[in-house]
C-alpha cells in the first residue's frame, strides 16, 4: 500500500483499533509519508478499555478502482502465513468481487471511513483504492 501510495495513488486505510491493540502510530510513518490516509475505527477514549466493544469493525474490504472488490476473512500480519508454530496452519477464505456488487462494497468503506475520519472527504469515485 505504501508503493501505491508512493506512486500517487490514493490509499485509504482503516483498521480496528481494538483487534491492533498492539499497534503503534509508528507503524504508519512510512504510509503516511508516502500520501497513504489511516484512520482507527471506534478508538477508545481510554488505553485498555473499550466500552464501545460491540461497535467493532472487523470487516476486510480491498476495493480497487472501484471494479474489483475482496471482501472476507483475510487477515493481514506474518503471523497468519503459517510460519510460527505458536500460530499454526491458518486457513482464511475470502472472494474477489466483480461488477455492480463492487460499489456496494465500496460504499459500506466510504461510510465508515466517514464515520471514523471525521473528515467526511471522500465520496464515490471509481479510481480510490481503498483498503
Known amino acids: 500500500m505504501t508503493k501505491k501510495a508512493n506512486e500517487g495513488v490514493k490509499v485509504r486505510l482503516l483498521y480496528d483499533e481494538l483487534g491492533s491493540r498492539g499497534m503503534t502510530k509508528r507503524f504508519f510513518r ?8 489511516v484512520e482507527a475505527f471506534f478508538p477508545s477514549k481510554l488505553k485498555f478499555i473499550n466500552l464501545r466493544l460491540n461497535f467493532r469493525n472487523h470487516r476486510k474490504l480491498v476495493i480497487i478502482d472501484g471494479k474489483v472488490g475482496y471482501v ?3 487477515n493481514v500480519g506474518d503471523e497468519y502465513l503459517g510460519l510460527n508454530p505458536k500460530f499454526g ?3 482464511d477464505t475470502h472472494l474477489r468481487i466483480k461488477g455492480s ?3 456496494a462494497i465500496q460504499t459500506r468503506f466510504i461510510l465508515d471511513w466517514n464515520q ?3 473528515h467526511h472527504d471522500i465520496t464515490y469515485q471509481p ?3 481503498l483498503l
Open 116 to 118: 471514523a475520519s471525521k
Open 101 to 103: 456488487a463492487v460499489k
Open 72 to 74: 472476507g476473512g483475510f
Open 127 to 129: 479510481h480510490y483504492f
Open 30 to 37: 512510512e504510509f503516511r509519508q508516502a500520501g497513504g490516509r
Open 89 to 91: 496452519y491458518w486457513r
